[in-house]
């Protein structure tokens, strides 16, 4: 329902009439999942996150330092023993790189470390340029900071298979562009970025002074190799380079709200300024679950990727079978970003999946230039939720 700008004060009223002008609105996603909010019969397979909770060794190790006590303010880029776990894991993770503790800060979930990174970077008037499709929260935050985002779309052979023109890339950067911001392995599509592309971005962005913010959520959720390629490896520590993570992908840790931003050392006092005045830092007893998930959670990530590897090729195999159907096996994540010959309006397609099939997927047209007249499904649950909500998408398909 709409607000009624008459009866709210007449200071509120014109703050909303500034924040309506600046699109701080709801994404697509939130649009069509709000049409059916409360339906316990819908298959939920429209937000990124599956079935299963967070493994009891991370909650165990939250809920032990609940009861003892660490309910207190802590620090403001995390707690050291995370940093320092969080420096170690990467280390591990990319082999030969260095990445000390003083170039790592903790963030309330990825998307506060995109809204940090923009507040950091951005004034009235810059751009960021984005390779589309993308996930929204890119979107509004740099509209919030009243930044314009400017989308270079990814390229689609007849095979529904996606690809990156580098110099597209190029092109886009003008004289207000402060930074290129890259989602590889990417939400919706799975298209993962090559080493080579890596490094002429890298190298383009050296050269015109710009940042580069690597949005390397789904890092761990690669199925062609045991992590996907990453900017750390090949990138300079005070390189202009943010690389933004998530415990909520690989550990089932969506509802924890906790990430981290790898980043020059130097940006460290004022990413803590920054996180004053968001949220003050991260409650330190969750931060100890994070530190379990880090130190004991390699096996359950390796069990993640085989669940998701199953759940897209069940996926696959059912969606591809249909001749409407334009789909590909995604490469990473854990999302198929397919279409549907006959659907152009994705928005009330989904909306009708969701009232009258049951079913909630994610409309195209809310990842930027290059979604539309797609779908996203999100296949990270257990084989029974997918075949149910397939079962219905293919009613829904049948019906047109």
């Not at 969080?86 to 280390?91: G, I, K, Q, R, V």
């Not at 789904?218 to 933004?244: H, K, Q, W």
Request: hydrophobic share 45%; net charge negative; with cysteine.
């Amino acid at each position: 329902m709409a607000l009624d700008h008459r009866f709210l004060p007449s200071g509120i009223s014109a703050s909303l009439s500034r924040a309506i002008a600046h699109d701080l609105t709801e994404t697509g996603i939130s649009e069509v999942a709000m049409t059916v909010f409360g339906d316990p019969d819908v298959v939920p397979l429209w937000f990124g996150e599956g079935d299963l909770v967070t493994p009891e060794f991370v909650r165990e190790a939250a809920a032990a330092a609940l009861q003892a006590g660490e309910t207190f303010y802590t620090w403001q880029r995390g707690l050291p023993e995370l940093r320092a776990a969080l420096s170690a894991y990467t280390e591990r993770l990319y082999d030969g790189i260095d990445c000390a503790a003083d170039r790592i800060s903790v963030t309330t979930g990825g998307m506060q470390a995109i809204l940090l990174c923009c507040q950091l970077l951005l004034d009235p008037g810059d751009n960021i340029v984005i390779v589309s499709p993308i996930w929204p929260n890119i979107t509004s935050a740099t509209r919030l900071m009243r930044g314009e985002p400017k989308y270079v779309a990814l390229d689609r052979t007849k095979d529904g298979v996606w690809s990156l023109d580098v110099q597209k890339v190029f092109d886009a950067v003008d004289s207000r562009t402060r930074a290129i911001f890259v989602n590889s392995p990417g939400n919706p599509t799975g298209w993962t970025m090559t080493t080579d592309q890596q490094r002429a971005l890298l190298d383009f962005a050296r050269e015109r002074g710009l940042w580069i913010m690597a949005d390397e959520v789904y890092a761990r959720l690669i199925y062609t190799r045991a992590v996907a390629p990453s900017f750390l490896e090949i990138a300079r520590p005070d390189d202009a380079l943010l690389v933004l993570n998530s415990f909520s992908k690989p550990w089932a840790m969506t509802g924890w709200r906790i990430g981290w931003l790898t980043h020059p050392a130097a940006l460290g006092d004022q990413l803590a300024k920054l996180v004053q005045i968001n949220t003050s830092g991260l409650p330190a007893f969750l931060q100890r679950g994070a530190i379990a998930a880090l130190e004991k959670g390699d096996f359950f990530v390796e069990q993640m990727v085989e669940r998701c590897r199953a759940g897209g090729e069940l996926v696959f195999q059912r969606l591809s079978a249909n001749p409407r159907v334009t789909i590909a096996r995604p490469e990473a994540a854990f999302y198929n970003f397919f279409s549907v010959d006959g659907v152009d309006d994705t928005m009330a397609f989904c909306k009708k999946l969701a009232q009258d099939y049951k079913v909630g997927l994610a409309p195209g047209e809310a990842f930027a230039a290059g979604g539309q007249g797609n779908i996203r499904l999100c296949f990270a649950s257990g084989a029974e939720r997918l075949s149910k909500g397939l079962d219905r998408i293919e009613a829904a398909i049948k019906a047109l």
